[in-house]
């Protein structure tokens, strides 16, 4: 008996160590990662308040575009939440995924939480529920609770409802989604949003520290950027032939 159970004893540690090696030597995706003052990375900042960032690998090019004044605009938007600008360049003959559902950001400065980019036709669904519930709020409650402030509350729900109208225009027909690019149609771009409710992202640390991740092909782009933007932290390099 008891040699029965060092033979299933030794079966077992070697399952174990044969399961640990297995996992030691799952392959792990390259990054490709945009580094100031790289031959294949570039930086502009732009008349239009936004902070370029380039990078080209093979027959694709991303760029990134934030706002200098993200931070500060987010509050005041109908459903708080950070938005950056993709650009997508593609040069290849095959197909090239744009996966905008798989793209993750990290908040370096928060415990390095990651929150996966939003859905837009989610996000325009949870919109207009806000905007049911909200209406439904006002209408149907506070005026009948406080008729005397019926012209205030109409007109202070008027204002809330166009902000949510604009933002909902704005993601209909500027969000990003995922795309497929090839040689008749070799570019995509558009905005992306991130939620920025979690319990350990608290008030805004500055500056600010991101990481936007995106996977590209084979590769799993990475874009570090801070918000707002330090002055003289990037070096402005040009790639040949801009």
Not at 169 to 177: G, P, V
Request: with cysteine.
């Amino acid at each position: 008996m008891n040699r029965l159970w060092k033979m299933i004893g030794r079966a077992l540690l070697t399952l174990l160590l044969c399961s640990i090696s297995f996992a030691g030597n799952k392959p792990s995706v390259p990054t490709l990662r945009w580094t100031a003052g790289t031959a294949n990375c570039s930086f502009r900042e732009g008349d239009d308040g936004r902070s370029y960032y380039g990078i080209v690998s093979g027959d694709f090019e991303v760029t990134l575009a934030v706002d200098r004044q993200e931070l500060e605009k987010i509050p005041h938007r109908a459903r708080p939440m950070l938005g950056v600008f993709l650009t997508f360049q593609y040069k290849g003959r095959e197909q090239f995924e744009v996966q905008q559902n798989r793209f993750t950001l990290e908040f370096t400065k928060h415990f390095q939480i990651v929150q996966t980019s939003l859905d837009p036709d989610d996000l325009l669904k949870t919109l207009q529920e806000n905007v049911d519930d909200l209406t439904d709020e006002v209408e149907r409650h506070q005026v009948k609770k406080h008729p005397e402030q019926k012209e205030q509350k109409e007109t202070e729900l008027q204002a809330r409802l166009k902000d949510y109208t604009e933002m909902m225009d704005f993601i209909s027909t500027r969000a990003l989604r995922p795309m497929t690019l090839d040689g008749s149609n070799s570019s995509g771009s558009g905005w992306v949003f991130f939620s920025i409710k979690n319990k350990f992202i608290g008030a805004w640390r500055r500056p600010e520290q991101f990481v936007l991740r995106l996977p590209v092909e084979n590769l799993m782009v990475e874009f570090p950027f801070p918000l707002p933007p330090e002055p003289g932290k990037v070096i402005l390099r040009h790639r040949p032939g801009d």
